[in-house]
């Protein structure tokens, strides 16, 4: 098992650099940089690289609508370049509040749109001569304006012909996909002990007609922590973040994460954190995420709690534990983990 740590959103890029150098010398596997509304993840990245030497680096995640694939198959390349062969592509369709709410896009055909966005950039990557006509047409064709474009290739020689691209999904069909076509799969607000009855069946057929190519889906998940008798006060912090995604992320009926509250078993709960978040009773809704929820999503606790929560989490097929060091020693909390694993 890997581990693993992400940015958040609103990290400061030159201190966040100084923390990864420092999980990079406690034992750290990876980091992956959000993005969402804030500062883009490429920028970051590349300044990562730059900074550190083994620690592999993800995005987490570039939606698929905001850049074309085309770029997208650049940035990976360029990305993968710069940082000597350490770079993951993670990908997702985000949703209708960052793609609609920020970057003014229809949210339409998401799943769509992430299998043709994986594709290209794959195909990008081998340096083939790219002519695709789906959502995306390469080259423009004349029907629909096109006059001077003719298929291309990349023109640089990327490091690897196969980075390795991760889907961040949530619902059966694009979890399905997932375990379809990419290398890794990154779900949100996920809890181990429920998550083979949330997503079992997807992740089962969509294995079933996976290329032998592509190996074992990889799956990276967890959650806070915290080592130590106090440490399970730390559960705490992860009430403001469940009650944005639960109740505040999308519209009423549309709301994936409110769908998965509701999956795991919390259908009143979930309904009730969405009617007072959307009523501007952010507070309230916080009180409402229950204790069994909070204590699930983290990895606070007594060493043995913590070591029997890594456990739960291997056994529900997770090969990248992610986790958010809490505490005034975050590099100690990493190495300790690492050793473990």
Not at 187 to 212: D, I, M
Not at 259 to 288: H, M, P, V
Not at 321 to 334: D, M
Request: glycine share 10%.
């Amino acid at each position: 098992m890997e581990l693993s740590a992400t940015l958040p959103y609103a990290a400061e890029p030159r201190q966040a650099a100084d923390l990864v150098a420092s999980w990079e010398k406690a034992g750290l596997d990876a980091v992956w940089v959000a993005e969402a509304y804030g500062f883009d993840a490429v920028s970051v990245l590349g300044f990562l690289a730059a900074r550190t030497e083994r620690v592999k680096l993800g995005s987490a995640i570039l939606n698929v609508y905001s850049r074309t694939p085309a770029l997208m198959g650049q940035t990976a390349a360029g990305l993968d370049a710069i940082s000597g062969g350490r770079f993951r592509l993670g990908l997702g369709a985000s949703g209708p509040q960052v793609i609609e709410g920020w970057h003014g896009l229809p949210y339409d055909k998401p799943l769509t749109r992430t299998r043709e966005t994986v594709e290209l950039v794959r195909r990008i990557l081998r340096r083939e001569v790219i002519e695709h006509h789906g959502l995306v047409d390469i080259p423009l064709p004349p029907e629909k304006g096109g006059k001077l474009g003719k298929p291309l290739k990349i023109l640089t020689h990327p490091v690897r012909d196969t980075v390795p691209i991760w889907l961040a999904a949530l619902g059966p069909a694009n979890v399905r996909m997932t375990a379809e076509i990419a290398d890794g799969w990154i779900p949100t607000l996920f809890l181990p002990e429920k998550a083979e009855a949330v997503w079992g069946q997807a992740l089962a057929e969509g294995r079933a007609k996976r290329s032998p190519e592509l190996g074992p889906l990889d799956i990276m998940a967890g959650g806070l922590l915290a080592i130590g008798d106090d440490a399970a006060a730390v559960r705490d912090q992860v009430r403001a973040p469940i009650a944005l995604y639960v109740g505040g992320m999308g519209a009423r009926g549309k709301n994936f994460y409110n769908n998965i509250a509701k999956a795991y078993g919390f259908e009143k709960e979930a309904e009730l954190i969405q009617d007072l978040y959307l009523s501007g009773k952010k507070r309230e809704a916080e009180a409402t995420v229950p204790d069994e929820f909070c204590e699930l999503m983290t990895l606070a606790g007594p060493e043995g709690y913590v070591r029997d929560r890594i456990a739960a989490y291997r056994e529900a097929g997770v090969t990248t534990l992610n986790v958010t060091p809490v505490g005034p020693e975050p590099a100690r909390l990493i190495e300790q983990v690492r050793n473990w694993l």
